[in-house]
């Protein structure tokens, strides 16, 4: 059973290592922001949008995934369902979706109410099954109904904008609203609303018995995380300009965001900062350098990366079950003397 002190180690007082702590966060922080104000490159930028576009959906997943242990292959789902209201609301009416985005975020919460609300009663391999089939579900609705144009997919008019402040716009937006939720989870997990979750991952039953209000904290997750994924997805329709069924509803969405957060450590706040950042690395250097190896010539499998990072999710399962928190938390009890 998971330690409930050692988070709250890192938040705890001013000590001398929490303010070397702030001090290195508000010196990546600087770098951050001076790469997105400063920086000429495109590619950087829409990298780095991507990383933060991906800790959003991460800590947006954790609060179920992580800190209730409940594994959640919808999280594409939301995404997708807030990514086509700002679309067709862009589509039909002419709204800009920079001025619908919540309403990204409350359609996923109505669509997780409806449909995701019912699968937590059950747990385990069967809830994550029971998403995943869900996630299809959207897909195939997506493809037949009339009003998201099918396999056509919905344009959107783009931003009167140069490129380079389009990419900075979303740059800045995906990460401050990035901050915001990890602030969130960070504010949850020194909760009392998180330790019920986290009483809801260790033993349901007994946490029922001993009063935590368990269908309650659990709905709770779900709906928030579904919020946050619906607000990225209607922001992701205008970046993008252009939105189709398999691309916003794809499983790849779910699995990564699911990887991120083992690699990084499930159930911590500060488990995607490390994991999302990593995953997107490793995957970038495996695209640029199996190329060059000449493995299977110019193009790489689809499958391949899938291959490594199963791998990768094995190891982890068996070895670092906690991911790179898991690994990092003895020599931080050392040097805190806990």
């Given at each position: 059973m998971r330690s409930s002190v050692w988070p709250e180690t890192w938040t705890s007082g001013p000590t001398r290592l929490g303010r070397r702590h702030a001090l290195g966060a508000a010196a990546l922080l600087g770098i951050v922001v001076g790469i997105g104000a400063w920086w000429e490159g495109l590619g950087l930028l829409s990298t780095l949008t991507n990383v933060f576009l991906f800790l959003l959906l991460t800590q947006a997943w954790n609060f179920l995934g992580g800190y209730a242990g409940y594994l959640n292959l919808a999280m594409a789902v939301f995404f997708g369902v807030g990514a086509y209201t700002t679309g067709i609301l862009a589509y039909r009416w002419g709204w800009s979706p920079l001025l619908t985005f919540p309403l990204g975020g409350l359609m996923a919460v109505l669509w997780a109410a409806a449909v995701g609300v019912p699968s937590l009663r059950v747990r385990g391999p069967y809830f994550a099954v029971l998403t995943m089939i869900l996630g299809f579900l959207a897909q195939v609705l997506a493809y037949n109904v009339p009003w998201t144009r099918g396999a056509m997919g919905i344009y959107v008019s783009p931003l009167?904008?140069?490129?380079?402040?389009?990419e900075q716009f979303f740059y800045f937006t995906y990460l401050g609203l990035a901050l915001l939720v990890t602030?969130?989870?960070?504010?949850?997990?020194?909760?009392?609303?998180?330790?019920a979750l986290v009483a809801v991952r260790e033993d349901e039953v007994a946490a029922g018995v001993l009063g935590v209000r368990t269908t309650w904290v659990k709905v709770a997750a779900l709906l928030l995380g579904a919020f946050w994924a619906g607000v990225a997805g209607g922001l992701y329709t205008q970046r993008i300009g252009y939105i189709e069924p398999t691309g916003v509803f794809s499983l790849d969405i779910s699995v990564d965001v699911v990887l991120m957060a083992m690699v990084g450590g499930a159930g911590t706040w500060q488990g995607p900062l490390l994991g999302v950042p990593l995953v997107m690395l490793v995957a970038e250097l495996l695209r640029v350098g199996v190329v060059h190896l000449g493995l299977f010539g110019a193009r790489i499998p689809a499958e391949f990366n899938r291959a490594v990072f199963g791998a990768a999710l094995v190891l982890i399962a068996l070895y670092a079950p906690q991911g790179l928190m898991g690994l990092v938390r003895p020599f931080r009890g050392r040097r805190l003397g806990v």
């Open positions: 009167p904008w140069d490129r380079r402040v389009v602030g969130i989870a960070a504010r949850i997990q020194s909760s009392r609303f998180g330790a």
